[in-house]
């Protein structure tokens, strides 16, 4: 397996490696960025002016980190990325490109699910898809979108980490050679957010009481906390069942 073609060159090829581990601790480099999207996601809120203006930095912060998350995690798999060579001018950047890509599909998606007569109001769940990562969406297919998307930004962190574009050809190509380990990822991953918002649905309802005791002043940081936690501990199961399935695609096929 040679370095310039695998994200994970380094799996097969140190048998002695220790122990991989997968433990949430080891991603903190991304807490900053989910806690700068979740102020900017809950104070956004309730303020029409700067709900499309705030949306847009919370995907650049929530992607920022994935982006961190999706390293890290790549190296306890024992893989190497150029990642880490990264400036952050040059993660910015990155992270501009890739949310454009996105924003472009999803706005040819929106139109397409215009022309069949789909909800307006749904439509707009298209363009909040790396937000429906992390954070909890009420809409029935937002979980699915953004374990598509999931897939879609990781394969090409995965592109850039090899030293090439990210675009989404090479993407394509990616999924379908592996696709016996990623398809069943994103299937899983889907469920996994499904889950994952039907259980914060049920806590948030829960917590009402909770919410009604506490002063004014003190609920903002409730709420921030709150949202901070779950969506830590969502992109981290993310990117490590991501993480797993690409491992697994390389282990079973040492000659790529």
């Known amino acids: 397996m040679q370095p310039s073609d695998s994200?994970?060159?380094?799996?097969?090829?140190?048998?002695?490696?220790?122990?991989?581990?997968?433990?949430?601790?080891?991603?903190?480099?991304?807490?900053?960025?989910?806690?700068?999207?979740?102020?900017l996601r809950t104070r956004s809120q309730g303020l029409p002016g700067l709900v499309l203006f705030g949306t847009q930095f919370v995907q650049l912060a929530v992607f920022m980190a994935?982006?961190?998350?999706?390293?890290?995690?790549?190296?306890l798999a024992g893989g190497g990325t150029n990642l880490g060579r990264l400036r952050f001018r040059e993660q910015l950047k990155l992270g501009r490109g890739i949310l454009w890509r996105l924003l472009a599909a999803s706005i040819a998606i929106a139109f397409a699910a215009a022309l069949l007569g789909v909800n307006p109001r749904t439509i707009i769940f298209f363009c909040l898809s790396v937000d429906g990562i992390v954070y909890d969406w009420y809409s029935g297919f937002m979980p699915l979108w953004s374990?598509?998307?999931?897939?879609?930004?990781?394969?090409?962190?995965?592109?850039?980490?090899?030293?090439?574009?990210?675009k989404y050809l090479p993407v394509l190509r990616q999924f379908v050679e592996r696709r016996r380990h990623l398809f069943p990822a994103a299937v899983l991953l889907a469920a996994f957010l499904y889950g994952a918002n039907f259980f914060q649905d049920l806590l948030s309802a829960r917590l009402e009481a909770v919410y009604a005791a506490i002063p004014l002043p003190l609920t903002r940081y409730f709420y921030t906390g709150y949202f901070l936690i779950f969506s830590y501990v969502r992109l981290w199961i993310t990117v490590a069942i991501l993480t797993y399935a690409l491992r697994a695609s390389y282990r079973q096929r040492p000659e790529t």
């Open 147 to 166: 374990a598509i998307i999931a897939v879609v930004i990781f394969l090409m962190v995965v592109e850039k980490g090899l030293g090439r574009e990210p």
């Open 7 to 39: 994200v994970l060159p380094s799996v097969e090829a140190s048998s002695h490696r220790p122990s991989i581990g997968f433990g949430p601790y080891l991603l903190l480099e991304s807490v900053p960025w989910l806690f700068v999207a979740t102020v």
């Open 66 to 75: 994935f982006l961190l998350a999706s390293h890290r995690m790549i190296e």
